[in-house]
């Protein structure tokens, strides 16, 4: 059973910044992709930022840019995302995902859409207060 375990979350007045990680308890090899998702309350699951694992460029959200950054570290199986400048509008509940890699040709773009990850982390509060 894959596991991901997010860590990292918190409280922060805006302008501050968080760095969120996100350990897999199996290779990230077995995976196209690592995502960071978030939901805030009455609010759909929205994706945030993601990566290849073979390194293709990252996808980051409109409302991120230039303020957010996902990395990878393989050898340690984690993803980070880094999170500066943090906005009220930010704090939702964070999530990690994977798309499992099912053989072929590996894709160098991510999906950013729920459906397409199989697994997923248990979430991590960021609250962002003015």
């Known amino acids: 059973q894959v596991q991901l375990v997010e860590s990292g979350g918190g409280s922060v007045l805006a302008g501050g910044s968080l760095r969120l990680s996100c350990a897999a308890s199996?290779?990230?090899?077995?995976?196209?992709?690592m995502g960071w998702f978030r939901q805030a309350p009455g609010r759909e699951r929205e994706a945030v930022a993601s990566?290849?694992?073979?390194?293709?460029?990252?996808y980051l959200a409109d409302s991120v840019k230039g303020r957010f950054t996902i990395s990878l570290d393989n050898a340690k199986n984690t993803v980070y995302l880094q999170m500066n400048s943090l906005k009220p509008e930010d704090t939702a509940l964070y999530y990690c995902?994977?798309?499992?890699?099912?053989?072929?040709?590996?894709?160098?773009?991510?999906?950013?859409?729920?459906?397409?990850?199989?697994?997923w982390g248990q979430g991590t509060q960021v609250t962002v207060s003015s």
């Open positions: 995902a994977a798309d499992l890699f099912r053989g072929g040709t590996r894709r160098n773009y991510c999906y950013i859409t729920t459906d397409e990850y199989n697994y």
């Open positions: 990566i290849t694992i073979n390194g293709g460029r990252p």
């Open positions: 199996a290779s990230t090899y077995r995976y196209v992709c």
